[in-house]
């Protein structure tokens, strides 16, 4: 029996869109940057790679939904002053890189995959920013001394190779230093 050409009827796609992105992350998570690729995730998931590229339009596409499904999970504390839930919306973004320092770098390595989820999680320091009575100006220098910092001990995060199963769960150095900015903030 000759197979038909073209894609399969989605009844009979043999992984989803999700299913990609969780072995993505499992890929990336355990064998690094380097042996992430297309053919690597596609041999792991028994599919072609071009199925891969039809759902993400290529490894850009593929690193930006691996990227929005990570940081989707970061969120704010309900209650507190602004600052708090400035800290807790930043220590829940630290979580997420210790759980997947792999996909920082990958980010940080192609700008222009960086995820919808950063522009959301900043809009929230601005906003908290400005509920905690910081003018404009000042609002926007905070953000950016903010957001900088986070980054900044991302990205030392992911290339050091820690991990949240191998180092406690939650990052000492960057818990104090974020306390100690806010407290300068909060002056």
Known sequence: MKRPRGRPPQAEAPVSRDDMVLAALELLDREGVDAFTMRALAKRLGINPMTIYHHFGGRDGLIGAMSDAVYAQVKAPEDGTPFDRIEGLLKA???????????????????????????????????????????????????????????????????????????PPEDQGFTMALSELLVGLNQ
């Not at 996909?103 to 222009?112: E, V």
């Not at 960086?114 to 400005?130: C, K, V, W, Y």
């Open 93 to 167: 973004y630290q979580a997420q890189v210790l759980r997947h320092p792999a996909l920082t770098l990958l980010i940080f390595s192609r700008p222009m995959v960086f995820p919808q989820q950063a522009e959301r999680i900043t809009n929230m320091i601005s906003a908290f920013l400005a509920e905690g009575g910081l003018q404009d100006h000042k609002a926007r220098l905070w953000r950016d001394i903010l957001v900088d910092f986070t980054h900044g001990a991302a990205l030392a995060t992911a290339m050091s190779g820690r991990r949240l199963d191998c180092a």
